[in-house]
C-alpha cells in the first residue's frame, strides 16, 4: 500500500464522517422546511437546538477534505475545479448562505417573524444547495465522463458532463440521504427529551426519504450501464457484495424505523452511509477522474505525501477527543445545573 | 474585464472582508476569557455581564468569519487551479494543518457559546482558551503559507517538475517571522480599539458606569499595549523587505532608480509613468536610506533594476505607495493616542480620563486599526505582482479559464454586501438590548444562547 493510498483512505474516511454529522446538519436544513402542521414550531426549536453547537464543527470536516485532497492530488484537484467550476461554486453559495442564515436566526434578535421565515426558508434551500451540488460534481467526476488528457487543455464545461441523468439523480439520492440520516437523529434527539409525538413526524419523514433514497439508488444503479460506465465496470468486478450489503443494511434501518427502534436505527443508517459510500469507492478505485487521472499518477511528491500524513496523525491525536467532547457535552451529558428543557420552552409564556 | 482582473477583484474583496473578522476572531475570544476570569475571580457581575453579552456577539461574527473563509478555501482552487496545483505539492500539508486549530477553535466555541449551562463555570471558563489559542495558530499557518508565496524556499524546479521538497525549509521561510509577527500583533490592535471604540461612544453619549469603563480600559490595555510592538514589527518587516522583496519596498516608496540617499514622500502620489512624482507630499530627506541601513549612503534597490513587466504596473505602485503610508499614518495616531491616554491614565493617578476630545481621539482609532490592516494586506499582495508565488508563478499563469468570472464576481459582492447588512443591524440590536440588574445571580440568569430566542418569540 502507498502513502497515495493511505491518503485516500483517510479522504474516504473524511468523506464519511462530513456524510453522517455534515450531511444530517444539512437534512435538518432540508427538514426545517417540512416542519409543519401542528408541532411545526417544536420541531424547528428541536432542530435548531440540536444542530446549533456542532454543525460548524462538524463543516470543518469538508475544509479537510478540500485541503488534504489539494495536497495530495494537486493536478486532479485543479483539473476538477475548473471543469467542475459551475456546480462546486454553487456549493460554495450555500455554504455562506446556509452558515449565516442559521446563525442570524438563531443569536440574531429577528424581530418580524416575516424575518424569522425568510432567514429560515434560505437556511433551508441552502442547505439542499451544498449536499446536490457536491454530490453532482462527484457523480460528474465517478460517472467518468470527463476527460483529461492534457492539464493546459482543460476548460470549464457548461453543463453536458454534470447536468447528466445519472448526475442529477445521485445528486437528489444525497438530498434524501442527508434527510433520512437527519430525521433518524432527531427521532432519537425527541424520543431523549420525552417529545414522542415529535418523535413520530420524524419518523414519518425518515420513512418517506428512506423510500426515496432507495428508489434513487436503483434508478442510479439502473442508470449506470449507458451513464456512468467506468463506475458500472468497476463494481461489477469488485463492489457487488458491497451493494448487495448496502441494500440489506438499508432494508434493515428501514426495519428498525418502522418498528421504532431509533437507537437501532441510528446505528444502521450510519452502517448504510459507510456502505454506500465504501461501494462508490471501491468501484472507482484507483481512479480520481476516470477514466485518465489515477491516484499514483495525480500524487503530490513522496516528501509532501509524507509530511502530510504525520499532520494529520497529529491532527486526529488532537482532534478526535475534542470532539468527543463537544459530542458528549450536548448529546450524552445530562443538564444537571440551571435551566432544563421544561423551563426554557415555559420561559416565552411566562413572560 | 479580463478573468484575470475579475478574479484578481474577487480574490481581494473576499480575502479584505475575511480579515475583517479574522482580527475579530482572533481578538474577541480572548477578551471573552480575560472578562470572564476577571469576572468569576472576583465575582464582579459588570465583567461577567461582559463575557456573557460578547460571546453573543463572537457567535455572530465568528460564522460569518468562518463562513468566508470557506469561500476562500474554495476560491483558491476555483479561481488559481495552477497555483493550487503548484503551491498544493509544497506547502498544501500547512492548509492541513490551519485544518486542525479551524476543528479545535470550531468544537471549543460551540462548547462555550452553548455550554454555559451544561458546564460548571470553571469548566466553561477553561473551554476559552483553547479557542483564541487556536485562532493564534490558525493565524500562524496561513501567514507562513502567505510569506512562502512572498519569499518561496523548500524546493527546486527541474524540468518543470518540483523536486527536493523540504516542508521545514518553506515553513521557516526568510519572511515568515516578520509577517506573522505583524499580523498577528495588527490582530490585537484590531481588537483592543475596536472594542475601545464600541464603548467610547457609548462613554461619550453619557453611559458613565462601571460596566462600559471596564470594558473600554480592557480594549484600551489590549491595544495600547499591542500598538508600541506593532509599530517596532512593522520596522522591521519594512527593512526585511530590502533584502528579501527589494521591488515590493521600491513600489512602497516609489523608487525608480538603484541609488543611496533615497528620500521618503509621506502622502506623495507618484506619477510613474514619467518616473517623477504628482506631489511630492511631505518629503524626509535621506529617509528610506537611514530606515532600511541607519545611514544616509545606504543603497536601495529601484524598480527599474527589473524590467517593467517584473513588478507591480504602473497604477498599483500609486496604490501600493497611499495603502503603505496610510497605513503608516494610521499606525502613528493610534500610538499617539496611546501614550496621551497612558500619560493622563498615570498623571491622574489611575482614574480613566474621559475628556471628549480623548474620547473622539480613540473612536478614530476604532476604524483606523482595521483600515491599517487592509493597507497591510494590499501593500503585500499588490507589491508582488506579478507573480503570486515570487519569481517562480506568474498571478497570470495561475488564473483559471473558466467563464463568468465577472457574473460569480457581482454574486459574491451582493452576498458580502448583504451580509454585512444583516450584520451590522444585529449588532447594533445586541447593543441596544437592555441591560438586567447589575448582580451577580440575576447575570448569570441571563443564557446567551436563549434569550434571543425569546426576543423572536415575544413579538
Not at chain 2, 519594512?238 to 533584502?243: D, F, P, Q, V, Y
Not at chain 2, 498615570?346 to 486599526?369: D, H, Q, S, T
Amino acid at each position: 500500500m502507498t502513502v497515495a493510498d493511505v491518503l485516500l483512505i483517510i479522504l474516504w474516511l473524511a468523506l464519511f464522517i462530513y456524510t453522517i454529522f455534515g450531511g444530517a446538519d444539512f437534512g435538518a436544513g432540508m427538514l426545517e422546511l417540512f416542519a409543519v402542521g401542528e408541532s411545526g414550531t417544536r420541531q424547528e426549536t428541536l432542530i435548531d437546538e440540536s444542530i446549533g453547537p456542532v454543525w460548524e464543527s462538524n463543516h470543518v470536516w469538508l475544509i479537510f477534505l478540500l485541503v488534504v485532497f489539494f495536497t495530495a492530488f494537486p493536478p486532479a484537484f485543479a483539473a476538477i475545479n475548473v471543469v467542475l467550476f459551475i456546480p462546486l461554486l454553487l456549493a460554495v453559495i450555500g455554504i455562506v448562505l446556509r452558515g449565516s442564515s442559521f446563525v442570524f436566526k438563531t443569536h440574531g434578535i429577528i424581530r418580524r417573524s416575516r424575518n424569522v421565515r425568510i432567514l429560515s426558508r434560505t437556511f433551508s434551500v441552502a442547505s439542499a444547495m451544498t449536499p446536490f451540488f457536491l454530490a453532482l460534481a462527484a457523480a460528474a467526476i465517478a460517472s467518468g465522463v470527463i476527460v483529461i488528457q492534457n492539464q493546459s487543455q482543460v476548460v470549464t464545461n457548461t453543463g453536458s458532463d454534470w447536468l447528466t441523468p445519472f448526475a442529477l439523480t445521485i445528486g437528489a439520492m444525497a438530498l434524501t440521504l442527508c434527510v433520512t440520516i437527519s430525521a433518524i437523529y432527531m427521532t432519537v434527539e425527541a424520543t431523549s427529551k420525552g417529545e414522542t409525538e415529535l418523535a413520530e413526524a420524524f419518523r414519518r419523514r425518515g420513512l418517506i426519504a428512506g423510500a426515496l433514497t432507495a428508489a434513487l439508488g436503483l434508478l442510479g444503479l439502473i442508470l449506470s450501464p449507458s451513464e456512468a460506465p467506468a463506475l458500472w465496470h468497476g463494481m461489477l468486478e469488485k463492489a457487488i457484495p458491497l451493494v448487495v450489503l448496502t441494500m440489506l443494511v438499508g432494508v434493515a434501518a428501514a426495519a428498525a424505523l418502522w418498528f421504532r427502534r431509533y437507537v437501532w436505527a441510528r446505528v444502521l443508517i450510519v452502517v448504510e452511509a459507510a456502505f454506500l459510500l465504501l461501494s462508490w469507492g471501491v468501484s472507482q478505485y484507483p481512479y480520481i477522474i476516470p477514466p485518465d487521472v489515477t491516484a499514483a499518477s495525480a500524487s503530490s511528491p513522496l516528501e509532501t505525501q509524507q509530511f502530510l500524513l504525520v499532520g494529520i496523525i497529529i491532527a486526529l491525536i488532537i482532534v478526535v477527543p475534542s470532539q468527543w467532547f463537544l459530542f458528549y457535552v450536548f448529546k450524552l451529558k445530562k443538564v444537571t445545573t440551571g435551566v432544563d428543557v421544561a423551563d426554557v420552552e415555559q420561559k416565552p409564556a411566562a413572560e | 474585464m479580463s478573468n484575470l482582473i475579475a478574479a484578481r477583484i474577487q480574490m481581494g474583496n473576499s480575502l479584505g472582508f475575511h480579515i475583517v473578522f479574522v482580527v475579530l476572531a482572533i481578538g474577541m475570544p480572548l477578551m471573552l476569557c480575560i472578562a470572564e476570569g476577571l469576572g468569576l475571580w472576583r465575582k464582579d457581575p459588570e465583567w461577567m455581564l461582559l463575557a456573557r453579552r460578547w460571546s453573543k456577539v463572537v457567535a455572530l461574527i465568528f460564522i460569518v468569519g468562518a463562513v468566508s473563509g470557506t469561500v476562500i478555501s474554495f476560491e483558491l482552487g476555483l479561481l488559481w487551479p495552477s497555483y493550487i496545483n503548484f503551491a498544493g505539492s509544497i506547502v498544501g500539508p500547512l492548509f492541513a494543518i490551519e485544518g486542525i486549530f479551524f476543528f479545535v477553535e470550531a468544537i471549543f466555541l460551540g462548547i462555550y457559546l452553548y455550554g454555559w449551562d451544561r458546564l460548571s463555570p470553571r469548566a466553561h471558563w477553561i473551554c476559552s482558551f483553547p479557542i483564541w489559542i487556536s485562532g493564534i495558530f490558525a493565524a500562524f499557518i496561513i501567514v507562513t503559507v502567505n510569506s512562502w508565496m512572498n519569499t518561496p524556499a523548500g524546493f527546486q524546479v527541474q524540468n518543470g517538475k518540483l523536486v527536493g521538497i523540504n516542508s521545514w525549509q518553506a515553513i521557516f521561510n526568510p519572511s515568515q517571522p516578520y509577517e506573522i509577527m505583524h499580523m498577528v500583533l495588527a490582530a490585537f490592535v484590531g481588537i483592543g480599539f475596536g472594542v475601545a471604540m464600541v464603548y467610547a461612544i457609548a462613554i461619550l453619549r453619557g453611559k458613565r458606569d462601571g460596566y462600559h469603563r471596564k470594558a473600554m480600559l480592557l480594549g484600551l490595555t489590549v491595544g495600547l499595549v499591542s500598538i508600541p510592538l506593532q509599530m517596532l514589527a512593522g520596522d522591521a518587516i519594512a527593512r526585511s523587505l530590502a533584502t528579501q522583496q527589494p521591488i515590493k519596498l521600491a513600489s512602497m516608496e516609489a523608487v525608480y532608480n538603484t541609488s543611496s540617499h533615497v528620500p521618503l514622500h509621506l502622502m506623495g502620489i507618484p506619477n510613474v509613468p514619467q518616473q517623477s512624482w504628482y506631489t511630492q507630499g511631505l518629503v524626509i530627506p535621506n529617509g528610506l536610506s537611514l530606515l532600511v541601513g541607519f545611514s544616509p549612503d545606504t543603497t536601495v534597490v529601484g524598480l527599474n533594476s527589473v524590467p517593467a513587466n517584473d513588478r507591480p504596473s504602473d497604477p498599483l505602485i500609486v496604490i501600493i505607495h497611499l495603502a503603505f503610508d496610510l497605513m503608516v499614518l494610521f499606525g502613528t495616531f493610534m500610538t499617539l493616542v496611546a501614550i496621551v491616554f497612558w500619560i493622563l491614565f498615570i498623571v491622574r493617578k489611575g482614574r480613566m480620563p474621559e475628556f471628549g476630545w480623548l474620547l473622539w481621539g480613540i473612536i478614530l482609532c476604532g476604524p483606523m486599526a482595521f483600515l491599517a490592516v487592509e493597507c497591510g494586506w494590499v501593500v503585500t499582495e499588490e507589491g508582488r505582482q506579478p507573480w503570486v508565488i515570487y519569481n517562480y508563478l506568474l498571478t497570470s499563469d495561475a488564473v483559471t479559464v473558466a467563464p463568468y468570472l465577472n457574473f460569480t464576481f457581482g454574486v459574491f459582492t451582493i452576498i458580502y454586501i448583504v451580509m454585512s447588512i444583516i450584520l451590522i443591524v444585529l449588532l447594533v440590536r445586541q447593543a441596544r438590548t437592555p441591560m438586567p440588574k447589575m448582580e451577580w445571580a440575576a447575570v448569570i440568569a441571563v443564557n446567551p444562547a436563549e434569550e434571543s430566542t425569546v426576543v423572536a418569540q415575544e413579538s
